[in-house]
């Protein structure tokens, strides 16, 4: 079992910046592989950004040369680096820890969910 919490969420105009922390507590933080997910209104869960077991990375199309995923695994948290923000980018923002091998680009890859962090870019 793993707890995830996100925070760094608000309110920020379009082309500024973000860092988003996700804390994870319980388990061994370093077993499991992270990943980024948004859910705006109306719409589905989106793939953000995801570590492989291998260190490797792997990012949404609309966010790629934008957005950087890192993790601390001394501090047990994952962090998302967003800049050049656009008001499309505007969801709510979620943490997820997963067990099994792949890219984790889909949401029924993670076991684990944080309970989300709002972000909002206004024009």
């Known amino acids: 079992q793993v707890q995830l919490v996100e925070s760094g969420g608000g309110l920020v105009q379009a082309g500024g910046s973000l860092r988003l922390s996700c804390a994870a507590s319980?388990?061994?933080?370093?077993?499991?592989?992270m990943g980024w997910f948004r859910q705006a209104p109306g719409k589905e869960r989106e793939f953000v950004a995801a570590?492989?077991?291998?260190?490797?990375?792997y990012y949404g199309d609309s966010v790629t040369g934008r957005f950087t995923i890192s993790r601390d695994n001394a501090k047990n948290t994952v962090y998302l680096q967003m800049n050049s923000l656009k008001p499309e980018d505007t969801a709510v923002y979620y943490c997820?820890?997963?067990?099994?091998?792949?890219?984790?680009?889909?949401?029924?890859?993670?076991?684990?969910w944080g309970q989300g962090t709002q972000v909002t870019v206004s024009s």
């Open positions: 997820a820890a997963r067990t099994a091998a792949g890219r984790g680009l889909l949401p029924d890859e993670y076991e684990y």
């Open positions: 319980g388990r061994t933080f370093s077993r499991f592989a």
């Open positions: 570590f492989r077991y291998t260190g490797s990375t």
